[in-house]
């Protein structure tokens, strides 16, 4: 087992590809008895390339976790194109990264994107919002609670997020009216 053991890659070299070599030393090393395992004179090499092992196994294993949120980040349309329409496709990525443990959403190379489309969702939210309001010309004081409320709306968005509200013309149009009319 010595032998065996000196014939394996040193654990800086270690690769997943050595897994089985791996697993067939160690088996070999515990078929041995107590006894027969004192004269084994490498064991801490050994046992740090067990380690090492279960560590690789466990990133090529959050790797793999990672990679099919990857992949439905990756469905999802690019910003420009996004409508309220793939909201719920965002909040299902959404899910499926905030299912990953925190180790395997380091894996996780489109997140950015995710963030982007919530980003720009939560504007497209408010820009509906403004769409719903009443045209000017139909505007009256009965309006002016779902004009506050479009107005906070509004306001609760970051500057960003703003800036992508391409109706907020109309929202400033239909309270100036409103103002008109209350006066």
Known sequence: V???VNNLPEVKELTISNR???EDVVKSFQNLTKAQQKFVTNQDKLLSLEEKLKELIKNEDDQTAAEKVIDVIAALPEVTY???DHKSAVEKARLAFNSLTSAQQKFVTNQSKLVSLETKLVAEDVVSQINSLPLVSQVT???KNDIEKV???HKN???NQQ???LNYNDLV???IRLAELID
């Open 2 to 4: 010595t032998k065996e």
């Open 20 to 22: 089985k070599a791996i």
């Open 82 to 84: 996004l409508t309220l």
């Open 141 to 143: 004081a009965k309006n």
């Open 151 to 153: 107005r906070q709306a």
């Open 157 to 159: 968005l970051t500057s």
């Open 163 to 165: 800036k992508m509200v």
């Open 173 to 175: 149009t239909l309270e």
